[in-house]
C-alpha cells in the first residue's frame, strides 16, 4: 500500500473519532458527512490528479465545521442561527407540508431545502452543515475542471490549491449560509459561458441560463450575470439571424435562441417578473428605490463612507466604481476600527493581490472572447452588489460568490508553493 493512501487513511479513522466524539447523540449528521467524505474519495478515485487537492479541502473544512462546535466562527452569527431555527419549524408538520412551503427565488429557499431534510431524517445541524460542504468541495472540483479546461494542468493544480484553502470558501462551506451554493452554481454558469464562446452550442447556452437561475435561487443578485450572458447571446444570433434572412435562409438553431432569448426579455420587461434584492425591472431602474436603499445599507461601523451614498443618477455615474472598489477591496486601513476588522483586511489583501495577478494577466485575458466574457460578467457583478451593499461586513461574504471566478482568470500568475521535507 503506498505511503500517502496509509497517511490519507489514518487521517479519515481520526477524523471518525473525533465524529464519534463530539456527535455522538447526532447518527443522521454522522452519516450525512460520511456520505460527502465517500463521494469525494470516489472522485478522487476516477480523478487522481486531483486528489490531494480534494482531500485537503475535505480534511480542512471538515476541521472548521468541528472548530465551529468549540469556538464561534465568524459570520456565524445571526443569518446562520434564523436559517436553521426557521427550517425545523417548516419542517414539524411533516415531509408533504413542508414541500408546500415552497418559497421561490428568496433568501428562504436554503431554509426550505434544509427543512426538507429537517423533515425527513429529523433536525441535524451537522447534516445542514454536510449540504454545504458538500457543495464547497464540489466547487473545488469543478474550479479545477475548468482551470484546466482553460489553462492546462499545471496551472490548473495551482488554482486548485488557492480553491482548496481560500479562507472564505473553507469559512462557508462550514456555516449554514447561502454563498457555497451561489459559489457553486455561478461556477456551472461560467462552464457554460466558456463553452458557448468556444463551441457555440445550444446545450452550453442552456448550461449558462441554468447556472445563474440555480444561483439566483439563492440570491436575486445573482441573476445580473444571467442578463448579461443572455444580452451579448441575443446581440449575437439576432445579428446573424438578419444576416442569414437576407441571404435567403434560416437556421433552426438561430431561430430557437432568438425565440427563447425574445421570449425571456418580453417577460421581463413587462415588469411580470419579480426577482428578489433587484424587483422587476421598473423597480430595479427606479432611483428613488436605489437612495432609499443605499441609505439603508450605509450605515453601521463597518459601512462604506457617508460620501459614498447614491442620492442621483448623476451621482450613481461616479460613485458606482467608487462603491465597486470599496466591494472589492475594503475594509482599507482607515475603515478599522476594532479588532474584529483586521480579519477583514486580511481578506481584502487577498483580493487585491487576485487582482494584482488579473492586471499581469489581462492581455491574454482581454485577447480570448470566453476570458473576457468571463471577465465582463464580473465586473458587471461587482458595480450592482458595490451599490447594493452598503457596508463591508456585508461585502465580506457576498465577494466570496465571485472569487473563483477571480481565481481562474489569475490563474498563469498564482505563484506555485513547494513543501520542502527540511
Keep these: 500500500m503506498k505511503k500517502n493512501i496509509l497517511i490519507n487513511f489514518f487521517c479519515l479513522c481520526f477524523f471518525y473519532i473525533i465524529l464519534?466524539?463530539?456527535?455522538?447523540?447526532?447518527?443522521?449528521?454522522?452519516?450525512?458527512?460520511?456520505?460527502?467524505?465517500?463521494?469525494?474519495l470516489i472522485i478522487i478515485k476516477f480523478?487522481?490528479?486531483?486528489?490531494?487537492?480534494?482531500?485537503?479541502?475535505?480534511v480542512i473544512r471538515v476541521f472548521v465545521i468541528f472548530l465551529g462546535?468549540?469556538?464561534?466562527?465568524?459570520?456565524?452569527?445571526?443569518?446562520?442561527?434564523?436559517?436553521?431555527?426557521?427550517?425545523?419549524?417548516?419542517?414539524?408538520?411533516g415531509f408533504s407540508k413542508t414541500l408546500s412551503y415552497y418559497p421561490g427565488p428568496?433568501?428562504?429557499?436554503?431554509?426550505?431545502?434544509?427543512?426538507?431534510?429537517?423533515?425527513?431524517?429529523?433536525?441535524?445541524?451537522?447534516?445542514?452543515?454536510?449540504?454545504?460542504?458538500?457543495?464547497?468541495?464540489?466547487?473545488?472540483?469543478?474550479?479545477?475542471?475548468?482551470?484546466?479546461k482553460i489553462w492546462g494542468d499545471d496551472i490548473a493544480k495551482k488554482a486548485g490549491w488557492v480553491l482548496a484553502l481560500f479562507p472564505t470558501l473553507v469559512l462557508y462551506s462550514a456555516l449554514l449560509l447561502r454563498e457555497v451554493y451561489c459559489v457553486f452554481f455561478l461556477l456551472v454558469a461560467i462552464f457554460g459561458v466558456f463553452n458557448w464562446v468556444r463551441t457555440g452550442e445550444l446545450k452550453s447556452i442552456l448550461l449558462a441560463l441554468f447556472g445563474f437561475i440555480s444561483a439566483t435561487f439563492f440570491h436575486g443578485g445573482m441573476i445580473v450575470g444571467g442578463i448579461v450572458f443572455?444580452?451579448?447571446?441575443?446581440?449575437?444570433?439576432i445579428k446573424y439571424f438578419f444576416i442569414l434572412l437576407l441571404s435567403n435562409r434560416i437556421s433552426l438553431k438561430n431561430l430557437l435562441i432568438v425565440?427563447?432569448?425574445?421570449?425571456?426579455?418580453i417577460i421581463y420587461t413587462s415588469n411580470k417578473i419579480k426577482i428578489p434584492k433587484l424587483g422587476t425591472l421598473e423597480q430595479s431602474l427606479s432611483i428613488d428605490r436605489l437612495v432609499k436603499h443605499t441609505n439603508e445599507t450605509t450605515r453601521s461601523n463597518a459601512s462604506y463612507p457617508e460620501w459614498t451614498k447614491i442620492n442621483s443618477v448623476s451621482e450613481l455615474i461616479y460613485k458606482a466604481p467608487i462603491r465597486a472598489i470599496y466591494f472589492l477591496f475594503s475594509p482599507f486601513p482607515w475603515d478599522i476600527k476594532k479588532l474584529s476588522h483586521l480579519a477583514g483586511s486580511l481578506d481584502s489583501i487577498l483580493y487585491m493581490t487576485l487582482i494584482f495577478l488579473i492586471l499581469r494577466n489581462r492581455k491574454v485575458i482581454?485577447?480570448?472572447?470566453?476570458?473576457?466574457?468571463?471577465?465582463?460578467?464580473?465586473i458587471s457583478y461587482f458595480f450592482v452588489f458595490g451599490v447594493g451593499v452598503g457596508n463591508f461586513g456585508t461585502g465580506i461574504r457576498h465577494r466570496s460568490k465571485f472569487v473563483i471566478g477571480l481565481i481562474l482568470l489569475a490563474a498563469p500568475y498564482i505563484p506555485k508553493l513547494r513543501l520542502s521535507k527540511k
Design 47 to 58: 480523478h487522481p490528479p486531483v486528489g490531494s487537492i480534494l482531500f485537503v479541502s475535505l
Design 20 to 40: 464519534l466524539t463530539l456527535f455522538i447523540d447526532d447518527l443522521t449528521g454522522i452519516l450525512s458527512l460520511l456520505f460527502v467524505i465517500l463521494v469525494t
Design 230 to 237: 443572455l444580452l451579448v447571446v441575443g446581440l449575437k444570433y
Design 259 to 265: 425565440i427563447l432569448v425574445l421570449f425571456i426579455s
Design 69 to 93: 462546535n468549540i469556538i464561534t466562527l465568524p459570520d456565524y452569527g445571526s443569518d446562520t442561527i434564523a436559517f436553521e431555527h426557521e427550517a425545523f419549524l417548516m419542517s414539524k408538520e
Design 366 to 378: 482581454w485577447e480570448d472572447p470566453a476570458l473576457r466574457f468571463i471577465l465582463i460578467i464580473l
Design 106 to 148: 428568496t433568501s428562504s429557499f436554503i431554509v426550505w431545502l434544509v427543512a426538507i431534510l429537517y423533515s425527513l431524517f429529523g433536525r441535524s445541524l451537522l447534516m445542514a452543515q454536510s449540504l454545504g460542504l458538500f457543495f464547497g468541495i464540489g466547487s473545488v472540483f469543478l474550479g479545477w475542471l475548468l482551470a484546466k
